[in-house]
């Protein structure tokens, strides 16, 4: 039997509308949920970890999620919380994108178990596209009323909004083609419960009036609030965009920053939302946190929950170590081991010199390094004064004056990292 899906989420905070009977109804046998994802990139990102989890909790208690890939969907464009429509693409590139979500949502759901509630994906392009026009509005259109559709908040802010040109009419029939997606599944997979965002409320609550009106029967909606930072911004964004689930596109490393560096605050509601851990342990960590907030319990753990689930225990392990290079007692042999593009993450915004190839081949000075070829001292006295201080380090170990920078200090055969002090950095690159 299914243990209780709507208690965990709603300790977790992840409940902010539910149709009536739902938690019942899922108590009675194990049921099937889909969420849908949007298959316009290769990757996922943060910003798609809520449902991701609302079906990693589903299926944990007992129950089979389907995640369905809006091949369809995808092709028109949804209105909900957009204030213009999204560029539209072929088939081909919408099936390699579907591959990459499997992929990435493996990392959550089981789909290779054999068990009963083993999870499922679909695409609804492969019902869609057998559809003619025609039919479409025939069979399904004739039962939603214009009226119905306007009433909808995702329309209504589309309609009235100041900012945008109004709304055409494809992004108007949306509703209808994910409601039509509802009542497939319903028929097809026994599917009786959709989820997703406090915004798809609108479109959920169409596929369960198709399904009352059309096959008789009785659908289910919940949804999860939007989550937002607690400074106002948004969820998911950085400074350079969407934290992505693919490490090509979000290294590691800077997905662990991301996690790190959250406040307390959202801290506290995030390790409920997109950790597996348990009520017992997260209360206790937050006790901890309440404690000693300096140490900064909550983030790390949730970090490393986080990182662990999308990119596994090494891309982890080599996360934190990265991270301990610019405030921790690491060595060179440390920063050896860093790939190239962990290494510029690590450093990002640190100040650069070029220095020539032959330059370093013919060895550099340790003066010149610091003041005349790059600008990182003011001055060859400078350099000196710090040199005797014995606060100049090449690849974080102290040298003196008299030493030479040569092709053995490079990292990733072209980076040399000038330290002064604890905290002052500079990194020649070989041109």
């Known amino acids: 039997m299914p243990t209780n899906f709507v208690e965990e989420l709603r300790w977790r905070g992840m409940v902010h509308d539910l149709m009536p009977d739902t938690e019942e109804h899922l108590l009675e046998t194990m049921r099937s949920a889909y969420v849908g994802f949007d298959p316009t990139a290769d990757s996922l990102h943060i910003g798609n970890l809520v449902p991701i989890m609302l079906l990693a909790f589903f299926q944990r208690n007992g129950h089979r999620p389907v995640a369905l890939v809006g091949g369809a969907t995808g092709m028109i464009g949804d209105p909900s919380g957009k204030s213009s429509e999204r560029n539209l693409l072929d ?10 979500v499997r992929n990435q949502l493996s990392q959550f759901l089981d789909f290779s178990s054999g ?13 869609m596209k057998e559809f003619s026009f025609l039919g479409f509005i025939r069979d399904v259109g004739k039962h939603i009323t214009v009226n ?49 965002g406090s915004d798809q409320w609108g ?63 959202d801290a506290e509601k995030y390790i409920k939302i997109f950790t597996f851990l348990d009520r017992e342990t997260i209360e206790g960590l937050v006790a901890e946190h309440q404690e000693a907030p300096h140490m900064r319990v909550l983030q790390k753990r949730l970090a490393e929950e986080v990182t662990t689930t999308v990119h596994g225990a090494e891309e982890y392990e080599k996360a934190v170590q990265a991270s301990g290079i610019l405030f921790g007692k690491s060595t060179a042999a440390d920063l050896k081991q860093l790939d190239e593009t962990t290494f510029l993450d690590v450093f990002d915004g640190v100040p650069q010199a070029e220095i020539a190839s032959e330059a370093i081949e013919n060895g ?24 005797k201080e014995n606060s100049i380090s090449v690849n974080k170990e102290k040298v003196s004056e008299g030493y030479t920078i040569t092709s053995k200090d490079l990292m990733n055969d072209q980076y040399v990292l000038l330290q002064r002090g604890k905290k002052n950095y500079f990194l020649l690159r070989k041109v």
């Open 115 to 127: 068990t009963e509630n083993q999870a499922v994906m679909v695409n609804n392009y492969d019902w």
């Open 364 to 387: 550099l000075d340790i003066i010149a390094a610091l003041a005349e070829d790059t600008g990182f001292l003011k001055s060859n006295g400078e350099a000196r004064r710090a040199l």
């Open 203 to 265: 479109n959920i609550t169409t596929g369960t009036e198709l399904i009352r009106r059309i096959e008789g029967g009785k659908g289910y909606a919940l949804t999860c609030p939007l989550i937002t930072k607690s400074d106002g911004s948004k969820f998911g964004k950085s400074e350079g965009g969407n934290v992505w689930l693919d490490a090509k596109r979000t290294s590691p490393y800077k997905f662990y920053q991301y996690w790190l560096n959250t406040s307390d605050e």
């Open 148 to 196: 119905y559709m306007m009433a909808k908040d995702s329309v209504k802010n589309r309609i009235q909004g100041e900012d945008t040109d109004g709304m055409s009419f494809t992004e108007f029939t949306y509703q209808l083609v994910q409601g039509y997606d509802f009542m497939h599944l319903y028929k097809n997979y026994a599917c009786t419960l959709q989820m997703g």
């Open 91 to 100: 088939e081909e590139t919408l099936r390699h994108n579907q591959e990459c």
